[in-house]
């Protein structure tokens, strides 16, 4: 059983409205990346985290931003929201290097109206 | 540009019997390679790996081959059950170690008829 956790589970947008998404971490691990997961897709990568900076980037616009806090938690937001911004978002806790699993959470489910 | 591939949206086999996955990759800086499941309304979860290193890797019901020279992995899973039935993904890494940062490939749904 994974100790990563995401909120919320489901959430309604309008079009051009900014979102957060939230993520906590399993212990001990000190990177967080981001995942989108579009309808029938493999997850895609939209960034990762490590010791609060920003670890590298996805092809993804400047609008996908995120942070980490020191407790490893993190957010993901995505402002101007568009319709194809609808997806699964997934949070994946893992440790920066050691060729070691990285850990889901189940991820929040993001609809654009 | 699709840098892992699963070319089978979906297998479907028998209770008992070998359940094969396939996966292509063309980057060859991949040095390490994962599957996960996932289950709807659940996050990925990790089944097995692999190093580059290494051309098999076991772990119960579970083998994943390794061919680098075709960049080819395949997971085979022995005996299947109906349990095993769900979304399986294919995922590479490339960054010393960092699995954090993962290429998936589109996914193969498995079926296992009882």
């Known amino acids: 059983e994974t100790g990563v956790t995401q909120s919320p589970t489901h959430l309604i947008k309008t079009r051009g409205q900014q979102v957060t998404l939230r993520c906590s971490s399993q212990s001990g691990h000190n990177t967080v990346s981001w995942y989108q997961q579009a309808l029938g897709q493999g997850p895609q990568f939209i960034f990762q985290?490590?010791?609060?900076?920003?670890?590298g980037r996805g092809n993804f616009p400047p609008r996908f931003s995120g942070l980490q806090f020191p407790n490893y938690s993190s957010e993901l937001n995505v402002n101007a929201l568009e319709l194809d911004d609808s997806a699964l978002y997934l949070c994946?806790?893992?440790?920066?290097?050691?060729?070691?699993?990285?850990?889901f959470g189940q991820g929040t489910r993001l609809t654009v109206v | 540009d699709q840098q892992v591939k699963q070319n089978s949206p979906s297998l479907s086999v028998q209770e008992g019997r070998i359940s094969i996955l396939n996966c292509d990759y063309t980057?060859?800086?991949?040095?390490?390679f994962l599957w996960y499941k996932k289950y709807p309304a659940e996050g990925p979860t990790f089944l097995i790996s692999?190093?580059?290193?290494?051309d098999k890797n076991e772990d119960g019901r579970f083998t994943v081959f390794l061919n680098k020279s075709a960049k080819h992995l395949s997971l085979h899973i022995v005996p299947s059950q109906p349990g095993d039935s769900a979304v399986y993904f294919c995922a590479a890494s490339g960054d010393a170690g960092n699995t954090g940062k993962l290429i998936f490939g589109q996914g193969t749904t498995l079926q296992v008829k009882p």
């Open positions: 994946a806790s893992s440790y920066r290097q050691g060729y070691t699993e990285a850990f």
């Open positions: 692999i190093s580059s290193i290494k």
């Open positions: 985290y490590y010791r609060e900076e920003e670890n």
């Open positions: 980057n060859s800086m991949f040095d390490y």
